[in-house]
Every structure is written in structure tokens, then in C-alpha cells.
T-cell receptor, first 115, second 113 residues
Framework: AQTVTQSQPEMSVQEAETVTLSCTYD???????LFWYKQPPSRQMILVIR??????QNATENRFSVNFQKAAKSFSLKISDSQLGDAAMYFC????????????FGKGTRLHILP | NAGVTQTPKFRVLKTGQSMTLLCAQD?????MYWYRQDPGMGLRLIHY???????AKGEVPDGYNVSRLKKQNFLLGLESAAPSQTSVYFC????????????FGPGTRLTVL
């Protein structure tokens, strides 16, 4: 069975600095999708970034980028120039390309931004 | 364009009571999903729908029923609520399939006493 592990329950970063959130996953499948979602205090889940496993190039969205290491089954999220509005829970998620209902979320990392 | 909306935002039930959570989306999405989020855990899929009139079980379907009579609405029902169903419930929708970007509603906090 697939698993998603976020080993950092909480992290803090100084405003304007860079922070990396880690995510590892376990799967025997060759095709899948990986996501990072942000959940601010408002509770709404917001997609931050999406990576397709068959694409070697790391996805980037403005200040957010990933380091996707398929062989190591690692999918870390880097936030550059951290802003106060980045404070939230961040969830890593795995979605199978073969089984439509197989979406697995990690337990989340709470990110604090220090002014 | 309201996106994905959920009704109600909060609810308190007694054990054995029933209720229905309503999810509505105005993006003409085919796929809709219901998740639950418990403390210290990520989201878990309860049920989903791949189109009007269809439903399917997710990871944790027991104790819940769903209906998708209209494309824009996805209802989650609890026939006999139990304290174990205390959770935050999220609805989501996507245009094509699970791999597509999912848009989430604001959540419903349900407490079962």
C-alpha cells in the first residue's frame, strides 16, 4: 500500500527567508501524481503545486518549487522569500494514475512565519 | 463565480441523529469528492462521483451515503451519527479526473455528542 510521510510536524522560518518542507512516499507504481496543498487558518485547502511523475522537470509556481527525486521517492517543497501569508498547514498528497480513488495525504507540516 | 460552497459551516448532532451536508460547485466540474479531516491526519476520501447520477466508495465510506442527482450538487448523508464521525468535512471538485486540480470548499465542522 502507498504511504506518504511528512516527517516535520512543525517548522518555523524568518520572513523573507527560504524554507524546505519534506515529503517522502512509498509506492510500487510507476505513474502517479504528487501535490502540495496549503491549508491556512480559514481551513480552505488550496493547491500549491502539482508534479507528474513521468516529468523529470521540477514544477515551479512563483515562489514555490519542488525537488522531485523519483528514485528516492522524495518530493520536497521549497518556499522562497517567505511571507506572513505563507503561514499554514501544508499537506503532501499522492494520487495513483491507475486507481481513481487512491489519493493519500500526509499528516501535514505546520509552517510558522516569524516577522 | 463562487467556486465550491458547503452548507452548513458548523453543526452539532447527538448520537443517532441524521443530517445531510450539501456541496455545490458552479464550475461545471464532472468529478466531486467528499473527504474527512481528523486531528493530526491528512484528508481521507469518503465517497466520490465521476458524473451526475454516479457515486463510488472511497477509503472510509462506512456510515455515510451520498447522492449526485444534479451535476452541480453532491450530498453527503449521515443516517445515524456516531461520535467517531466528529470531524471536519471537505468537499472538492475537479474538471476531468482525480489527476486534475481539485478545488476545495471551506469545510464543515461536525461534532457528534
Amino acid at each position: 500500500a502507498q504511504t506518504v510521510t511528512q516527517s516535520q510536524p512543525e517548522m518555523s522560518v524568518q520572513e523573507a527567508e527560504t524554507v524546505t518542507l519534506s515529503c517522502t512516499y512509498d509506492t510500487s507504481e510507476s505513474d502517479y501524481y504528487l501535490f502540495w496543498y496549503k491549508q491556512p487558518p480559514s481551513r480552505q485547502m488550496i493547491l500549491v503545486i502539482r508534479q507528474e511523475a513521468y516529468k523529470q522537470q521540477n514544477a515551479t509556481e512563483n515562489r514555490f518549487s519542488v525537488n522531485f527525486q523519483k528514485a528516492a521517492k522524495s518530493f520536497s517543497l521549497k518556499i522562497s522569500d517567505s511571507q506572513l501569508g505563507d503561514a499554514a498547514m501544508y499537506f503532501c498528497a499522492y494520487r495513483s494514475a491507475y486507481v481513481p480513488d487512491k489519493i493519500i495525504f500526509g499528516k501535514g507540516t505546520r509552517l510558522h512565519i516569524l516577522p | 463565480n463562487a467556486g465550491v460552497t458547503q452548507t452548513p459551516k458548523f453543526r452539532v448532532l447527538k448520537t443517532g441523529q441524521s443530517m445531510t451536508l450539501l456541496c455545490a460547485q458552479d464550475m461545471n466540474h464532472e468529478y466531486m469528492y467528499w473527504y474527512r479531516q481528523d486531528p493530526g491526519m491528512g484528508l481521507r476520501l469518503i465517497h466520490y462521483s465521476v458524473g451526475e447520477g454516479t457515486t463510488a466508495k472511497g477509503e472510509v465510506p462506512d456510515g455515510y451515503n451520498v447522492s449526485r442527482l444534479k451535476k452541480q450538487n453532491f450530498l453527503l448523508g449521515l443516517e445515524s451519527a456516531a461520535p467517531s464521525q466528529t470531524s471536519v468535512y471537505f468537499c472538492a471538485s475537479s474538471y476531468i479526473q482525480f489527476t486534475d486540480t481539485q478545488y476545495f470548499g471551506p469545510g464543515t465542522r461536525l461534532t457528534v455528542l
